[in-house]
């Protein structure tokens, strides 16, 4: 199995950007929920899933989240490395699958709405399973907070990051090409 140097490379960067990312810009975003915490480690791994594909990106989530879950969010244990997964996963997975099929700037900002859609949409039904059944939190104290803060954070944090990587993914991809043409 030929092993792509430049790729593995990459990665091991974006792992590290992102970790470096998470802790930090770090900082709650909605008054009503400020133990949810806005962090741009989902910069470097959407970058990661546009640049290598959508595994490539939940490869980047499952290691930033296992780093997250023991360090800044020990608190939150193994549910808020699930979480992060969940959360992180399906934002880069969705997003790195839609800019597979589309590598143009249409296709990056049709991706990172799916993404930020989609993020959006798998963690009302996260939180009401994991935040009721293993944090124990009431059921209605989640449902209540769907609207005014479990939504609108998801929503403002995907969308943060996704303006950014919008705004930055071209000229770091056409840096990894660059120096991806002249290793090989």
Request: hydrophobic letters at 60%; charged letters at 10%.
């Amino acid at each position: 199995m030929k092993c792509n140097v430049a790729k593995v490379s990459m990665l091991g960067v974006m792992a590290a950007l992102a970790v470096v990312l998470m802790f930090l810009v770090r900082f709650p975003i909605l008054p009503v929920v400020p133990f949810m915490e806005y962090d741009a480690a989902d910069v470097a791994i959407l970058i990661g899933a546009f640049l290598f594909g959508p595994l490539e990106g939940l490869l980047l989530v499952v290691i930033v989240s296992l780093i997250q879950g023991f360090t800044v969010s020990a608190a939150s244990g193994w549910v808020g490395i699930v979480m992060h997964v969940i959360s992180s996963g399906m934002f880069a997975v969705s997003a790195g699958l839609v800019y597979k099929m589309n590598h143009s700037r249409k296709g990056a900002l049709l991706a990172l709405i799916t993404g930020v859609v989609c993020m959006t949409l798998v963690m009302v039904p996260a939180n009401l399973f994991f935040t009721v059944r293993f944090w124990g939190f009431p059921r209605e104290q989640v449902v209540d907070l769907l609207l005014p803060g479990i939504i609108p954070f998801n929503l403002i944090k995907s969308g943060i990051n996704s303006v950014i990587v919008f705004l930055i993914y071209k000229p770091v991809s056409r840096a990894f090409h660059l120096i991806s043409a002249k290793n090989k």
